[in-house]
């Protein structure tokens, strides 16, 4: 299935469309922003690692009871994804506190949590994406309360089939973000992608960041992190 006219263009991804109307094509770019869009740069290579690892959660994930949007990868950088309407909503799962967790609560990184969290913040840009909870999602009208039961299940087994996955190769998953979508039918399928621009990933052993942090904070390493990373998924070790 071949692209054909583009949909859309993102801060990390083009959307294209195919003749089939109900599949899309997904390119990831090496462009990186921060700070909703605040913080522009380039991470070089990243855009294969995110399109490669992404697939490579979607088909466990999808081994493991979750439906994704997943179809086939067609490149290092381009997908053919199910076209969904996207729930615009933000779900964050967190194990551990940091970023706006730790910023908002006055509370330092690091933190475990007896209980994984999950929050949703309203996805768009014009308004920097602001934290809501459930009501205010069924009240804005953003998803219906059966759809906000699934989308909470799903985020939650991702949670435990991710965090087991990534602690056999000695990382520790901090928190992520992910996106739903529509089919024509009305199921809900993850979509998006999950990747270190999206999930918080920290080395078991040393505490080292393995993800976007790195570039977020001007801390170097930002290209290796993300080869290490990917490397880690790759082998499996
Ligand atoms: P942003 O829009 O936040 O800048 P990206 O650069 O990642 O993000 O752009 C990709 C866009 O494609 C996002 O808006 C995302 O919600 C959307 N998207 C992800 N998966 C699908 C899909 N299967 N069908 C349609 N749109 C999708
Ligand atoms: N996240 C994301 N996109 C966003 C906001 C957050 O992918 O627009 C991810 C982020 O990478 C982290 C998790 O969600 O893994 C929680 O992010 P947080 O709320 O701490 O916000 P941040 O520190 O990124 O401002």
Redesign the pocket.
């Known amino acids: 299935m071949e692209k054909t006219t583009q949909l859309y263009e993102g801060k990390a991804k083009k959307v294209y469309a195919t003749a089939d109307p109900n599949l899309c094509v997904v390119s990831y770019k090496d462009d990186a922003t921060?700070?909703?869009g605040l913080k522009k740069g380039t991470i070089v290579g990243k855009g294969v690692v995110n399109n490669r690892m992404t697939n490579m959660m979607m088909r466990l994930l999808e081994k493991q009871g979750v439906p994704t949007h997943f179809v086939e990868e067609l490149s290092d950088r381009e997908t053919l994804v199910k076209k969904v309407k996207i729930v615009a909503l933000?779900v964050?799962i967190?194990n551990v506190s940091?970023?706006?967790?730790?910023?908002r609560y006055g509370v330092e990184e690091g933190i475990v949590f007896d209980e994984p969290t999950i929050?949703f913040?309203y996805?768009n840009d014009d308004l920097g994406?602001p934290l809501l909870n459930e009501y205010h999602a069924l009240a804005l009208k953003l998803a219906t309360k059966d759809e906000i039961a699934v989308i909470k299940k799903y985020a939650f087994k991702v949670n435990e089939v991710l965090k087991e996955y990534f602690l056999k190769l000695g990382v520790r998953l901090?928190?992520?973000?992910l996106e739903f979508g529509r089919l024509t039918d009305g199921t809900i399928v993850l979509a998006d992608e999950i990747s270190p621009?999206?999930?918080?990933f920290w080395d078991a052993k040393t505490g080292e960041k393995l993800?976007?942090?790195r570039f977020?904070r001007d801390m170097g390493g930002v290209e290796d992190a993300y080869k290490e990373i990917f490397k880690r998924v790759i082998t499996g070790e």
């Open positions: 921060a700070f909703n933000e964050i967190r940091a970023g706006s967790f730790a910023k929050e913040s996805k994406d901090i928190d992520f973000k621009d999206t999930c918080r993800d976007k942090d977020r």
